[in-house]
């Protein structure tokens, strides 16, 4: 594709601008009443790097790769980060306890209506604090954007949720059994490790379509997508906790169970809006995590990214910790009443194609 194959982009026209501008002067709002939440309660902003050796090493995240040429005219591939995750952490490991990153974050094969190439995330993280205080801060945070715009109620798409109602806490487990009919945990050891076969039998049985090259994952992937996800956040917000181990790549088992861990997605008006971990700091733990996930990669799309050998050694000093990533600007979206993400952001990346 050359550069004039590019979508022509009219956000700049002034007509269009003047639609957006009510949409973007309260997400500067939003923006900073968030902020002054966080200072308020002794967090450190922090601003990360956005190059980084690798863009992070789930199986379905898609990175923007480029290469960093030195002086001399040495080469070394560098990505765009799909998350400030691994350097916050870093900080973490060097001493700070509470950071909260407003963080410009890239992630490839993504456009829609919720779906951006270039967006903002907000990750804080809380060391020595359970991921139970990360849940009290989305339920702060929704109110606070909601009121900062305005708004008596978040929506999308003519639903509506309820920011200042207590968010409802569902497992995961819980969900599925609700709303597809099946017994995840059934096909998970109690050491935590999946059956597929198990997983696959009752998904067929609820009428889900299984083909015979799906994992596990991508099983229990299109049962969250199709049965449950659809279902959740209406009325009021929705915590959706407890995911299986398999499926919470840098989350602690939980010790309640050992075959989930302590993950949780916060959704309202049935958009997937945060993602939440206590989080691993097993150096060798995670990085059989890693490598089980750049398999899976491997697998499906026939790439892989590095694995940050400086973030795995700085989980050996990093403290027990909680940390939340949200979508910020979809958060905009809700408390504004806007209809793609493109309305929500000052200058939206050139549409490059389907």
């Known amino acids: 594709m050359t550069a004039s194959s590019f979508k ?24 900073a009443a968030l902020a002054g939440y966080f200072s308020a309660g002794d967090f450190v902003e922090v601003d990360t790097a956005t190059l980084q050796v690798s ?4 199986a379905h995240l898609h990175a923007f790769a480029t290469e960093g040429i030195t002086t001399s005219g040495g080469r070394a591939p560098l990505y765009l980060h799909t998350s400030p995750e691994f350097a916050c952490k870093k900080l973490l490991a060097a001493g700070e306890a509470r950071i909260a990153c407003f963080a410009h974050v890239y992630r490839n094969r993504e456009r829609g209506p919720l779906h951006h190439p270039e967006f903002t995330m907000l990750e804080w993280y809380r060391a020595g604090e359970s991921y139970e205080a990360l849940m009290a801060d989305c339920a702060a945070l929704l109110a606070l954007a909601a009121e900062t715009a305005g708004q008596a109620s978040l929506t999308y798409r003519g639903e509506t949720c309820d920011p200042f109602a207590e968010p409802e806490r569902l497992s995961v487990a819980e969900a599925f059994e609700r709303y ?16 597929r076969d198990g997983l696959a039998a009752r998904a067929s049985a609820a009428g889900i379509r ?13 049962i969250i997508v199709e049965k449950v996800e659809p279902n ?11 995911y299986p181990v398999s499926e919470a790549a840098l989350a602690r088992p939980s010790a309640r169970d050992p075959r989930v861990a302590e993950r949780f997605e916060l ?5 997937e809006l945060a993602n939440a971990f206590g989080e691993l700091t097993d150096a060798a733990e995670q990085r059989r995590r ?8 491997a ?16 989980l050996a000093l990093m403290p027990a910790a909680s940390g939340s990533a949200l979508g910020f600007d979809r958060l905009v979206m809700l408390a504004t009443g806007a209809a793609r993400i493109d309305q929500v952001l000052w200058a939206p990346v050139a549409d490059y194609g389907p």
Request: overall charge negative; aromatic content about 12%; proline content about 8%.
């Open 8 to 31: 022509p982009s009219p956000w700049w026209q002034p007509g269009v601008h003047a639609d957006r501008r009510p949409f973007l002067m309260a997400r500067n709002r939003i923006r």
């Open 55 to 58: 863009p992070g090493n789930e």
């Open 180 to 195: 597809a009919g099946v017994d995840l945990l059934a096909a998970v050891t109690p050491s935590g490790e999946t059956d």
């Open 210 to 222: 299984v083909a015979a090259d799906d994992g596990w994952a991508d099983i229990f992937s299109r």
């Open 232 to 242: 959740l956040g209406f009325g009021r917000p929705t915590i959706l906790d407890e």
């Open 267 to 271: 959704y309202a008006c049935g958009v």
């Open 290 to 297: 890693f490598e089980i996930e750049m398999a899976e990669k």
């Open 299 to 314: 697998r499906i799309y026939g790439e892989t990214y590095p694995i940050d050998e400086d973030f795995l050694q700085a």
